[in-house]
């Protein structure tokens, strides 16, 4: 797969290993909202989105800086690594593994550092008031 260079891509982060793995972050300009259940897991007007093509093209995610928090969640006892955003911790919420935090990402990707993000299956994310 060949990603062209187009205005959208300006400022993508790419895998230098891999030029077609690449990813944008853009400011989320609504107030977002994330809850597990009845329960409020964040609420943000400080919410990154990120775009990424890899092996495929990703659902856009959201992630919330942990300053917009609004419960305390869980550590699960696993991490992934990915080559544009660094090591993913994971976390949980009443004992479900619900998403992930990336606490020292890859310079390239420092956006990202302390904010969450959520499995859309287990969570609703609610964009503007």
Known sequence: MTVQATPALEGAIRNPDN?????VIRDVPRRIRIYHGAALL???THALRVLEIGK???????????ADL?????HVDRTTFCPI????????HDGDEI???YRTPVAMAGQLEGHHAFWPAKVRVVEGE
């Open 19 to 23: 030029p077609a793995h690449l990813m």
């Open 42 to 44: 964040a609420d943000s």
């Open 56 to 66: 495929s093209f990703y659902d856009p995610m959201i992630y919330v800086p942990e």
């Open 70 to 74: 609004k419960t305390k969640l869980g």
């Open 85 to 92: 955003k660094g090591e993913a911790s994971y976390v949980s």
């Open 99 to 101: 998403g992930w935090v």
